[in-house]
């Protein structure tokens, strides 16, 4: 079981990119599957969520409306399309799986969460 988190970069204020979260040795869309980003001295933080059940998604309001989460399941992966990119969106990006049936909710803690990848490191700036 492994994720493998590609697609980062250094990209100026305004612009877009597409992480991918990649799975192998598993079908990632038996999962529910999540995008969070960890920027230096703060917290790791919730960024987009795909749901198991029926691919319902939740994202924080920091992002709504310039990240969009989606499920590629012929590439077994779930890509974070990222518009509109902002100096405050620099950070690390971690994508990782649960099986907990509200771990989307932000309510619940990030340990519902079992595996993650590595992380991606995304810089915005000019």
């Known amino acids: 079981v492994q994720l493998q988190a590609s697609g980062g970069g250094l990209v100026q204020p305004g612009g877009s990119l597409r992480l991918s979260c990649a799975a192998s040795?598993?079908?990632?869309?038996?999962?529910?599957v999540g995008w969070f980003r960890q920027a230096p001295g703060k917290e790791r933080e919730r960024v987009s969520c795909i749901r198991a059940s029926d691919s319902s998604t939740s994202t924080a309001d920091s992002v709504k409306g310039r990240f969009t989460i989606f499920r590629d399941n012929a590439k077994n992966a779930v890509d974070l399309q990222m518009n509109s990119l902002k100096p405050e969106d620099t950070a690390i990006y971690y994508c990782?799986?649960?099986?907990?049936?509200?771990?989307?909710?932000?309510?619940?803690?990030?340990?519902?969460?079992?595996?993650w990848g590595q992380g991606t490191q995304v810089t915005v700036s000019s």
């Open positions: 040795g598993f079908a990632l869309r038996g999962y529910t």
């Open positions: 990782a799986t649960s099986r907990h049936i509200y771990a989307c909710s932000a309510s619940q803690p990030q340990t519902v969460f079992t595996s």
